[in-house]
């Protein structure tokens, strides 16, 4: 407890000497590797203009960016689509009796057009969620995923069978027991791909005859909202684990239990998961019958680098600067020596 901050197991540490901060091929790696590239010389830079101004400007090289915003800018620099384990999903209050009813849980589903949501709330940067899971994580491979299929027809069946029916020619809106078919949709509309997928939604749900309150909250107002309990539905997006664990969802007062009876079915399933007490096609079963919240896409981030820059290979979310060690740069940048032998320290 009196020692410092644990060196880790990546194949560098941060290091700092008389000339400022660097990189420093780590001794106890457990990549297995021996680096060539010994250090990394760290440049502080004035980001007042912002990273992608300074890329094409040729002040840095290489930008990561989350596209946490949705938005993609385009500029004189390859690019790199990099996925994320970012799960944007619309969620539900177990508490509102509208949901109680099962069939109105998967109308909704059957509903939402998710290809659309993709291409235009996120311009094409996610992968459609099949599953609660991300469709690369490799557990999935041997998972039987049913996909909902869009469809406001059946939608409508589902809801007609339910007993929401219109009560007369012309009605906008569904009904039962003389009580309209309404729900209350919260959204922040600071990020702008939360908002244009939560107009999507919305218009999918006033389709089929459910009138939707839109609640378009400051963030500050959108996270009291979702803590006080005051919605129906509301869009929201969660970072998972690389391991896919959802105690997020399921475990009381967590990120983004809002609204979740953290005592359900799918709740303990999540639980026998993580301790290994079911399988992931077990568990995929139970969500999809008794469904917390509805998985809509996971979203991708971007990489930005230079044209003079050449490197094979892919770019990761946990490891954005992958390889940095083999990159090269063309004949009027540094070149990276093709042996450790060919400069010092400091000058690799």
């Not at 996909?147 to 069946?157: I, L, M, N």
């Not at 012309?170 to 990020?191: G, I, P, Y």
């Not at 094979?312 to 090269?328: D, H, L, Q």
Request: charged share 25%.
């Amino acid at each position: 407890g009196n020692n410092s901050l644990p060196t880790g197991s990546g194949k560098y540490v941060v290091r700092k000497d008389d000339q400022g901060y660097c990189l420093v091929a780590n001794e106890n790696s457990t990549h297995g590797e021996v680096m060539s590239t010994k250090k990394i010389r760290l440049s502080a830079v004035d980001a007042s203009e912002g990273e992608l101004y300074m890329l094409q400007t040729g002040d840095i090289s290489y930008f990561f960016e989350d596209l946490s915003d949705g938005e993609v800018t385009k500029i004189g620099a390859n690019m790199i689509q990099v996925p994320l384990n970012n799960l944007v999903y619309l969620g539900f209050n177990s508490e509102s009796d509208i949901f109680k009813d099962k069939n109105v849980v998967n109308a909704i589903e059957q509903a939402i057009d998710k290809t659309t949501i993709a291409d235009v709330a996120y311009n094409g940067m996610c992968r459609i969620a099949s599953c609660v899971f991300n469709p690369d994580w490799a557990a999935l491979k041997k998972v039987e995923i049913t996909e909902t299929e869009y469809s406001p027809v059946k939608a409508g069946e589902i809801l007609d069978d339910s007993g929401y029916v219109y009560m007369y020619e012309n009605n906008a809106h569904r009904s039962k027991d003389f009580k309209f078919l309404e729900v209350t949709l919260v959204v922040n509309t600071e990020n702008p791909s939360k908002l244009r997928c939560a107009n999507i939604i919305i218009k999918n749900l006033e389709s089929i005859g459910i009138k939707v309150n839109a609640l378009k909250l400051t963030y500050e107002e959108y996270t009291k909202a979702l803590a006080e309990e005051e919605f129906d539905l509301y869009v929201g997006e969660v970072k998972l684990s690389p391991n896919m664990n959802l105690s997020c969802f399921f475990s009381e007062g967590a990120g983004a239990s809002a609204g979740i009876d953290t005592d359900s079915t799918v709740a303990k399933a999540s639980v026998d998961l993580a301790a290994g007490n079911v399988d992931v096609n077990t568990f995929v079963q139970v969500f999809n019958e008794n469904k917390p919240f509805i998985p809509i896409c996971y979203r991708d981030g971007m990489a930005y680098f230079s044209r003079e820059i050449t490197f094979e290979g892919t770019v990761s979310e946990y490891e954005p600067f992958k390889n940095i060690y083999s990159w090269e740069l063309g004949e009027n940048q540094i070149v990276q020596p093709t042996t450790a032998e060919e400069t010092t320290d400091d000058e690799q």
